[in-house]
C-alpha cells in the first residue's frame, strides 16, 4: 500500500510509527513486543511533557489537565522542572502574566469557582496556592476516559550544556544526578530512574529530551548511553534546535545515526522516538504551545502502569499530526500492515 499526503511533516511521522515497527522486527522487547495484541486493545493518545506554574509554564495545572482533557487526550503527565506537585506552594499573580498568561486568575476562578481557588494578600499582592497533583487528579480521572500520570523533568547539565530527563509515573522526587561527561550525565539520571522503579514497584519511563536543545547532545552521545532506551525525536517547542543548523544533524537524522551504531556496531537495542509537547504556553498558538505531539498508545486498559508498561514494549506511535486506525505486524511472516485515518485536508492514493 503507498500513501501520499499533502503535508511532508505528516508524512514524516507516519514514516516514524514504520521505523518503530521495523526496530520492533529487527529486535524484540524483553516484553515480546512483536506478539498480537489482545482483543479488547485499543489506542489512547497522551502527552508525557507539560509545564505548568508548579516551574516555568504559565498557567495552573487544572487548566492545562482540562485543556487536554477537553481535546479528547487519554492520559497526561505534568513534568515540571526538578518539582513533583506536592506540598505548599504560592505565587504571585503576576508571575503568570509576566509569562504571557491573560487575565489567568480570572479564568482560574471562573472555571474551578472561587470556593476551589486559594488567594492571600502579602506584601500588598495578591498570592494563589497551587494545588496539588492528590488535590485535583479526582477532578479529571475517569475509567475509561481520562488518566493523570505523575512526571518530572529531571533537569541536569554538565558544564553549560543542558540535560534534561523526563521520568512519566515516577513516585518520588529525583535530583539532578550530575557527571563527568555528557554521556555519564544522561546515564547517571536514568540509572537514577531504573533503581527507583525497582525500589517502588512500579514501571517508570525515563526519556531523553530535545537533544539538541543547545546543541547539548550528539547522536555518538545517544547511541553510546545503552541505558538509554527512549528519546524525543519531536519536542514542539520552537527553541530546541529540532532541524538543526548547518553545523549540527536534524534530531531525525540523529536518530538515523544513533540506530545504526546501536544495531551494525554495538548490537544493542534500538532507541525509540517519543513526541512531545513541552508546553508552556496555554494563551494563543504561539510558542511552546499544547496539541503539536503526542504519543499513541495500545493497551486494554487506561491505567498508568499498563501505559507505561505498554510504552517499553513498543505497543505506541509518535505523531505530530498523522492518526492510524491500527497497526499490525504478523512475527510469523514479518509482514507489517498499517491503517491510515484519512483527514479532510489530505489526499491519499492506494495501490495494492
Known amino acids: 500500500m503507498n500513501q501520499r499526503f499533502d503535508s511532508p511533516r505528516r508524512f514524516r511521522f507516519l514514516i516514524l510509527a514504520l521505523v518503530i515497527a521495523a526496530c520492533l522486527m529487527a529486535v524484540p522487547s524483553k516484553r515480546s513486543a512483536c506478539q498480537a495484541e489482545e482483543p479488547a486493545a485499543r489506542w489512547w493518545k497522551g502527552n508525557l511533557h507539560t509545564h505548568s506554574l508548579w516551574s516555568d509554564g504559565n498557567d495552573f495545572p487544572e487548566m492545562i489537565c482540562d485543556w487536554y482533557k477537553q481535546h479528547d487526550y487519554h492520559f497526561l ?24 498568561a491573560i487575565d489567568s486568575l480570572k479564568r482560574y476562578q471562573a472555571r474551578f469557582g472561587q470556593d476551589w481557588v486559594e488567594t492571600r494578600e502579602k506584601d500588598g499582592k495578591t498570592e494563589i496556592r497551587l494545588k496539588t497533583l492528590d488535590q485535583f487528579r479526582p477532578l479529571f480521572d475517569e475509567a475509561g ?73 550528539t547522536a555518538e552521545d545517544m547511541a553510546a548511553v545503552v541505558e538509554e532506551q527512549f528519546f524525543e525525536v519531536y519536542n514542539g517547542h520552537p527553541s530546541v534546535g529540532h532541524r538543526g543548523d548547518a553545523d549540527h544533524a536534524s534530531v531525525e537524522r540523529m536518530w538515523d545515526i544513533a540506530n545504526t551504531i546501536r544495531l551494525a556496531e554495538m548490537q544493542a537495542p534500538p532507541l525509540y522516538g517519543l513526541a512531545t509537547d ?39 506511535y509518535a ?17 507489517l500492515r498499517v491503517s491510515i485515518k484519512k483527514k479532510k485536508k489530505s489526499t491519499a492514493s492506494r495501490r495494492g
Open 145 to 217: 476516559r481520562f488518566v493523570m500520570i505523575q512526571g518530572e523533568e529531571i533537569t541536569d547539565h554538565y558544564h553549560a550544556l543542558p540535560i534534561h530527563i523526563n521520568a512519566s509515573n515516577i513516585k518520588e522526587l529525583i535530583r539532578p544526578q550530575g557527571g563527568d561527561s555528557v554521556r555519564e550525565t544522561i546515564a547517571n539520571n536514568l540509572i537514577a530512574v531504573q533503581q527507583q522503579s525497582r525500589r517502588v514497584g512500579q514501571p517508570i519511563l525515563a526519556h531523553l529530551n530535545h537533544p539538541n536543545y543547545g546543541y547539548a547532545v
Open 77 to 100: 503527565a505534568l513534568s515540571d522542572h526538578n518539582i513533583l506537585s506536592r506540598g505548599e506552594k504560592w505565587i504571585g499573580e503576576e508571575v503568570a502574566s509576566k509569562r504571557g
Open 319 to 335: 505523531s505530530s499530526g498523522v492518526t492510524l486506525n491500527d497497526v499490525k505486524f504478523d512475527n510469523d511472516r514479518r509482514e
Open 278 to 316: 513541552d508546553s508552556h504556553n496555554y494563551f494563543g498558538n504561539r510558542g511552546s504551545s499544547p496539541g503539536r505531539g503526542w504519543v499513541m498508545v495500545r493497551t486494554d486498559e487506561l491505567d498508568p502502569h499498563k501505559i507505561i508498561h505498554a510504552l517499553m514494549d513498543g505497543h505506541f
